[in-house]
């Protein structure tokens, strides 16, 4: 009798939550499975403060929300990484003063003092609610209603931030530098550790630019560049092979920094070589290369390319 309790309570559970279409993520980077258990292949990853898309629920003991990211992207992750919303408070939540973290990564305290306890980590691209400030600290807001402090050093009030946003190639390329020696991780999009296009999708959300997760999809954003020669910095350039019926089958990709050199996720964030004379030379990828990409002009051009500003998951 006991467990049929058990079993109607996760049930009523599970039906209760998913009446709340809505949700916002809750940890600092949550993981997205393919299937709703922890041994799943992850999928993707999803940052604090992301609006979701809640497409259903699975209760094996412990609710799994399918949810789906602003770029299209969908997964299963743990209840406890999202928290739930009805459309009201989704709206609320978008429409609220935010606090976008711009260190790579940094604490979050539960006082304003880096004395005290933390009440979680933060990585750039995450975002909070801003409650105000005290002395050299934001307040901050969690979607499950934590309240805590992060220092102004590590985080800028979001319409500041998109005033001073500087999206030239070189401010892009520098942000992607500032990730060399990073950890390549399946399925990562984080400063915690990253694939290929996790890598891009990283930098380019540092710069309020969302764009499509894999790097497929990324190679049909924006103007290809079929002339290697007619690269510019702050191209992407793809990597792979052809098909038989003449398409292209993308598995990796990178941003071009010029002068032959690109930077890209492969066992870490590093540096590679077109140019056979360069010690840097990468005889591997320059074998696979297929051909650039360049989105930058397109970014609120393509349905695809958008910002935060112009994203429907952030305005609903």
């Given at each position: 009798?006991?467990?049929?309790?058990?079993?109607?309570?996760?049930?009523?559970?599970?039906?209760?939550?998913?009446?709340?279409?809505?949700?916002?993520?809750?940890?600092?980077?949550?993981?997205?499975?393919?299937?709703?258990?922890?041994?799943?292949?992850?999928?993707?990853?999803?940052?604090?403060?992301?609006?979701?898309?809640?497409?259903?629920?699975?209760?094996?003991?412990?609710?799994?929300?399918?949810?789906?990211?602003?770029?299209?992207?969908?997964?299963?992750?743990?209840?406890?990484?999202?928290?739930?919303?009805?459309?009201?408070?989704?709206?609320?939540?978008?429409?609220?003063?935010?606090?976008?973290?711009?260190?790579?990564?940094?604490?979050?305290?539960?006082?304003?003092?880096?004395?005290?306890?933390?009440?979680?980590?933060?990585?750039?691209?995450?975002?909070?609610?801003?409650?105000?400030?005290?002395?050299?600290?934001?307040?901050?807001?969690?979607?499950?209603?934590?309240?805590?402090?992060?220092?102004?050093?590590?985080?800028?009030?979001?319409?500041?931030?998109?005033?001073?946003?500087?999206?030239?190639?070189?401010a892009i390329l520098k942000t992607a530098k500032s990730m060399l020696g990073f950890p390549y991780i399946w399925a990562g999009m984080s400063p915690k550790g990253m694939d290929c296009s996790g890598f891009v999708r990283t930098v380019l959300f540092m710069h309020d630019i969302i764009i499509p997760r894999d790097a497929g999809p990324q190679s049909r954003e924006g103007e290809r560049i079929t002339d290697r020669e007619k690269l510019e910095p702050g191209d992407l350039v793809f990597f792979g092979r052809w098909k038989e019926n003449g398409q292209p089958a993308v598995g990796h990709v990178g941003f071009y920094l010029g002068e032959s050199r690109f930077i890209h996720s492969l066992g870490l964030v590093k540096i590679g070589s077109f140019d056979a004379k360069d010690p840097l030379y990468d005889a591997f990828n320059t074998g696979r290369y297929l051909f650039g990409g360049r989105v930058l002009p397109y970014v609120n051009q393509d349905p695809d390319l958008t910002t935060t500003l112009t994203n429907p998951f952030y305005a609903e």
């Open positions: 009798m006991k467990k049929l309790l058990l079993v109607a309570v996760g049930l009523l559970l599970s039906l209760s939550a998913f009446s709340q279409q809505w949700g916002v993520v809750n940890i600092s980077v949550c993981n997205m499975r393919s299937t709703p258990n922890f041994t799943a292949e992850m999928v993707s990853q999803a940052l604090l403060g992301t609006p979701v898309h809640v497409l259903g629920i699975s209760d094996n003991g412990n609710p799994w929300p399918q949810v789906q990211t602003p770029d299209g992207y969908t997964g299963w992750v743990h209840y406890a990484a999202v928290t739930l919303l009805s459309q009201e408070e989704y709206h609320a939540w978008n429409a609220a003063p935010k606090v976008v973290v711009t260190a790579l990564n940094t604490l979050i305290y539960q006082k304003a003092s880096a004395c005290s306890e933390t009440l979680s980590d933060a990585v750039a691209g995450d975002r909070l609610k801003q409650l105000g400030s005290s002395g050299r600290f934001w307040k901050v807001g969690f979607p499950d209603g934590r309240v805590g402090f992060i220092s102004k050093k590590d985080a800028q009030e979001e319409s500041a931030w998109r005033k001073r946003l500087d999206n030239s190639p070189q």
